[in-house]
């Protein structure tokens, strides 16, 4: 079993402080739901425990079985088995899926792995996210729609298999057909030798994958914890009862980020002939 430790974080980008204390132990064998309004740091969170320079740890700790994670390059915590699904995946022109994901599973290997097994497994997992077989000669996100950039990012997590996945809105802009997909092959991924961090203002996709643990990020703290009773109250009253029962002020100011709207439940609807 593995555990990964954030103790006491706090986390700037540039000359503001984002993340103000932020303490969560996740171990193997849980799925952890992270709610929250936008703007308020659960994507700062997720980047700073890859390790995105963008985000300067100014203190606290990770820990990864006790190891300093902080200490490690991003390939390094790769290598270690963390894993980052973007809530805005790059495009990365002139490599494709296919590569980049050979030489992926390779870093963490002694020996690469075999061409035979490799296409299969990459047949197979393209398959579970619903994506056309040939996508994979096709270089990192280049004109993909919305869609296909996040079945890509779980595309990559079900072949690299990592020990913590941190997922960022892996779900955002999909139709529900598409949501059904992703929530089956997170579900086929889960053991107890892995552990998820997701991120989501869907209740819809936390039915599907059942967190065991549900916190709430308020103004870069982690303001409740608990389980999936969390999720409904949010879906139906939003976050305005975290002040009535909890007194938790939501004082970040209106930013254009968080005006977007924070009712949970709502899945866009398949639009024909879109991804
Ligand atoms: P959430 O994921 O909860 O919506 P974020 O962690 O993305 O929130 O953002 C928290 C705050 O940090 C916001 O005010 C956002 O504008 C700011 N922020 C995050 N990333 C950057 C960045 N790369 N450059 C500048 N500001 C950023
Ligand atoms: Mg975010």
């Not at 999936?228 to 009253?237: A, F, N, P, R, W």
């Amino acid at each position: 079993m593995k555990t990964l430790e954030i103790k006491d974080l706090y986390v700037s980008v540039g000359d503001t402080e984002i993340l103000k204390g932020i303490n969560l132990t996740i171990k193997s064998g849980e799925l952890h739901a992270l709610l929250g309004p936008n703007g308020h740091g659960k994507s700062t969170l997720l980047q700073s425990i890859m390790g995105n320079p963008k985000y300067t740890v100014t203190s606290g700790q990770i820990l990864l079985d006790g190891e300093d994670v902080l200490a490690m390059d991003v390939d390094e915590r790769a290598r270690k088995g963390l894993f980052l699904a973007m809530q805005y995946p790059p495009e990365i022109s002139g490599v494709t899926i296919s590569d980049i994901l050979k030489e992926a599973i390779n870093q963490r290997r002694d020996t690469p792995v075999s061409l035979y097994k490799f296409i299969k497994e990459l047949e197979d997992a393209t398959k579970e996210v619903d994506l056309p077989l040939d996508i994979v000669h096709r270089f990192v996100n280049e004109g993909f729609s919305g869609g296909e950039k996040k079945r890509n990012e779980v595309l990559q997590m079900l072949l690299l298999k990592p020990d913590f996945a941190l997922l960022d809105e892996i779900d955002s802009g999909l139709d529900v057909d598409a949501l059904k997909a992703i929530g089956d092959a997170i579900n086929k991924m889960r053991s107890n030798e892995n552990a998820l961090l997701v991120v989501s203002h869907y209740a819809r996709l936390y039915e599907l994958i059942a967190p065991t643990h549900v916190h709430v990020v308020v103004n870069g703290k982690i303001a409740i914890s608990g389980d999936s009773e969390i999720i409904t109250k949010i879906d139906t009253l939003g976050y305005e009862w975290l002040k009535d029962e909890y007194g938790i002020e939501i004082t970040k100011e209106e930013t254009k980020e968080n005006k977007r709207p924070q009712i949970l439940g709502q899945c866009r609807v398949k639009a024909k002939g879109t991804a």
